[in-house]
């Protein structure tokens, strides 16, 4: 009979929403006492939405965007989405062939690679003002040193870099329209105002630190303003110095408290893990009424924090979407993706929650002990 209860288990799980793996799953979701949930993507939308840009004194606004956006383009990080789609570029615009470099990112590849040999902070190598071995040796979504240029409006991008949990970079420069065409046509048609070439870096202002990134006061205080009112904030810097505070929000899926409050119910103990910062992970926990917040985790950190929770005697559960958190889940006893998330995560994990609704973590968990116990 066991293996009939099994099936009507899994099966009506299918109905809900709710893909397990195999039968033998049942029994590590009966088990978990802990649930550490992803914020971007999970709690959240993952739908971040650029609410405002701070420009430096003297820096003109749209021409911030424009660099951002140009580089944002290439990645499929949330931040990267919403600063792209503010400016009307989308990866959907982006010729199949520019992709390909970017969509060869595999983050399970590098987050269960070691955290030492690849490196995750800028190298703060002098002179190019950001990033360089560091980032190109993280792999992830790079298209690798000079990688052909990608035209992206009439910008172009070479030489893209992207280091999960901290940013990107690449180099931007107005594209020449054709033969007879000067600089200034193209700077004209582009948007922007600087000669020749540029590196442009967009990021967050600890990752920029660490690349000897000159970070104004007046950009650091947006920064710091925005994440105390729970927003996360990044910043996009060329000639080696940030240029402008970008103000992204990324709100609570309707959702995600009447997922916590039933897994509670259920006895899990909820916990929120992010890398973003303090403020914004706070935020986003007070509606969510979860107490325990792990912030600032870097992508490649992230299963370490669920491993840490195993030794202190924890059963852990993991919900995330796969973006650099794809490591996490396959360490935690019971993984359970998103499936708005990346193929990534549906790989690494036990379960899949179908249409991304957080309940259906609830599901899952009432599913495995209610067919367990028909079983037993
Ligand atoms: P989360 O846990 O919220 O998914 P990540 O580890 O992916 O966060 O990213 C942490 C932080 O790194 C972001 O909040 C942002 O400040 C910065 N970051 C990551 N990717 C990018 C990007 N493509 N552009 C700009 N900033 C980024
Ligand atoms: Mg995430």
């Known amino acids: 009979a066991t293996p009939t209860a099994l099936l009507v288990g899994t099966g009506r799980g299918a109905q809900l929403g709710v893909l397990i793996k195999g039968p033998e799953i049942l029994e590590s979701t009966r088990r978990v006492d802990?649930?550490?949930?992803?914020?971007?993507?999970?709690?959240?939308?993952?739908?971040?939405?650029?609410?405002?840009?701070?420009?430096?004194?003297?820096?003109?606004?749209?021409?911030?965007?424009?660099?951002?956006?140009?580089?944002?383009?290439?990645?499929?990080?949330?931040?990267?989405?919403?600063?792209?789609?503010?400016?009307?570029?989308?990866?959907?615009?982006?010729?199949?062939?520019?992709?390909?470099?970017?969509?060869?990112?595999?983050?399970?590849q590098y987050e269960a690679g070691s955290a030492t040999d690849r490196s995750r902070r800028p190298d703060g190598a002098a002179g190019a003002g950001a990033a360089g071995a560091g980032a190109e040796a993280a792999g992830a979504e790079a298209a690798g040193a000079g990688a052909d240029g990608v035209t992206i409006g009439a910008l172009q991008v070479f030489d893209f870099r992207s280091t999960p949990g901290g940013g990107v970079e690449a180099v931007v420069r107005a594209a020449h329209s054709g033969l007879g065409s000067t600089e200034a046509d193209a700077r004209g048609a582009a948007g922007i105002n600087g000669l020749g070439s540029r590196r442009v870096v967009v990021g967050r202002t600890g990752w920029l630190d660490e690349a000897g990134v000159r970070v104004p006061d007046e950009v650091r205080?947006?920064?710091?303003?925005?994440?105390?009112?729970?927003?996360?904030?990044?910043?996009?810097?060329?000639?080696?110095?940030?240029?402008?505070?970008?103000?992204?929000r990324d709100p609570v899926k309707p959702t995600s408290a009447t997922a916590v409050r039933?897994?509670?119910?259920?006895?899990?103990?909820?916990?929120?893990?992010?890398?973003?910062?303090?403020?914004?992970?706070?935020?986003?926990?007070?509606?969510?009424?979860?107490?325990?917040?792990?912030?600032?985790?870097?992508?490649?950190?992230?299963?370490?924090?669920?491993?840490?929770?195993q030794s202190q005697g924890r059963t852990v559960a993991m919900v995330g979407d796969g973006v650099n958190d794809a490591a996490a889940l396959a360490t935690a006893d019971l993984g359970l993706a998103m499936g708005t998330g990346t193929d990534v995560a549906i790989e690494a994990s036990d379960i899949t929650l179908v249409r991304g609704d957080l309940r259906a973590a609830a599901t899952a968990v009432r599913l495995s002990r209610r067919t367990l116990r028909i079983i037993k």
């Open 34 to 108: 802990t649930v550490v949930l992803d914020k971007t993507g999970t709690v959240t939308a993952g739908a971040m939405a650029l609410e405002q840009l701070v420009p430096a004194s003297g820096v003109d606004a749209d021409e911030a965007l424009r660099y951002a956006s140009a580089v944002e383009a290439r990645s499929e990080h949330p931040v990267a989405r919403a600063i792209a789609a503010a400016a009307g570029r989308h990866r959907a615009d982006l010729q199949p062939a520019d992709l390909q470099p970017a969509d060869g990112y595999d983050p399970l």
């Open 221 to 248: 205080t947006a920064v710091e303003r925005a994440e105390d009112d729970g927003a996360t904030a990044v910043v996009v810097a060329w000639d080696g110095t940030a240029r402008a505070a970008l103000v992204l």
């Open 262 to 309: 039933e897994l509670r119910d259920l006895g899990l103990e909820p916990v929120l893990l992010t890398g973003d910062a303090e403020g914004a992970a706070r935020a986003a926990a007070r509606e969510v009424e979860i107490d325990r917040v792990i912030a600032r985790v870097l992508p490649q950190d992230k299963a370490a924090v669920i491993s840490g929770l």
